[in-house]
């Protein structure tokens, strides 16, 4: 069975820097890796896809890079605002689900 | 384009009783795949509707069940419920399965089971 594991369970960083949060998953056969944001008390927003033959999407500040030999996967944000406050996910796409991470918490202090 | 949307937000319930939780997918979305969100467990998936059937299903007991209307909608069901079943139950659609495909989540209904 697949498992996906965040380090670190939480992290807070002062505006502005730039931080990677990381994913690891145990089986390489995957179809496709996501990046969640999820807000208090919300649903989840979907940041970014890497398909199983890509390396890297990006998107604004987001950048998320995917090792599938090595069952890792990093999201890099640049610039950190407040407003990047929130739990960041992993999923990792099978053939039939997604199987998840217990995220990362993000805390940007102003 | 309006989003994927879950009723009710919130409920609260006790001990033995039946909830029915609904979810409207993105217009076009075929697939709607139901998930549980628990402090202790995390987002583990519980079951995917296509085309009114249900392709997978996660690792939950009988009283978890759902199913698809044909226009996509779907509702899941949890029957005698038990302390541990409050969560947050999300639903996300898609145009195809779950797996290899987008995901669009709903805000999610929040079930406290007292």
């Known amino acids: 069975k697949q498992e996906v594991t965040q380090i670190p369970a939480a992290l807070s960083v002062p505006e502005g820097e730039n931080l990677v949060l990381n994913c690891s998953f145990t089986?390489?056969?995957?179809?496709?890796l996501q990046w969640f944001r999820q807000d208090p008390g919300k649903g989840l927003t979907s940041l970014l896809l890497i398909q199983s033959s890509q390396r890297e999407q990006t998107s604004g500040r987001l950048n998320a890079s995917l090792d599938k030999s090595s069952g890792r996967s990093t999201l890099y944000i640049a610039a950190s605002q407040p407003g990047d406050s929130a739990t960041y996910l992993c999923?990792?796409?099978?053939?039939?689900?997604?199987?998840f991470g217990t995220g990362t918490r993000l805390t940007v202090i102003p | 384009k309006a989003g994927v949307t879950q009723t009710p937000r919130y409920l609260i319930k006790t001990r033995g009783q039946q909830v029915t939780l609904s979810c409207s997918p993105i217009s076009g979305h075929r697939s709607v795949s139901w998930y549980q969100q628990t402090p202790g467990q995390g987002l583990q998936f519980l079951f995917e509707?296509?085309?009114?059937?249900?392709?997978n299903k996660g690792n939950f007991p009988g009283r978890f069940s759902g199913r698809q209307f044909s226009n996509s909608r779907s509702e899941m069901n949890v029957s005698t419920l038990e302390l541990g079943d409050s969560a947050l139950y999300l639903c996300?659609?898609?145009?195809?399965?779950?797996?290899?495909?987008?995901?669009?989540f709903g805000a999610g209904s929040r079930l406290t089971v007292l």
């Open positions: 509707y296509f085309s009114e059937t249900q392709r």
């Open positions: 996300a659609s898609s145009l195809r399965d779950s797996g290899a495909n987008v995901l669009t």
């Open positions: 089986d390489s056969a995957i179809y496709n």
């Open positions: 999923a990792v796409g099978g053939a039939n689900n997604l199987f």
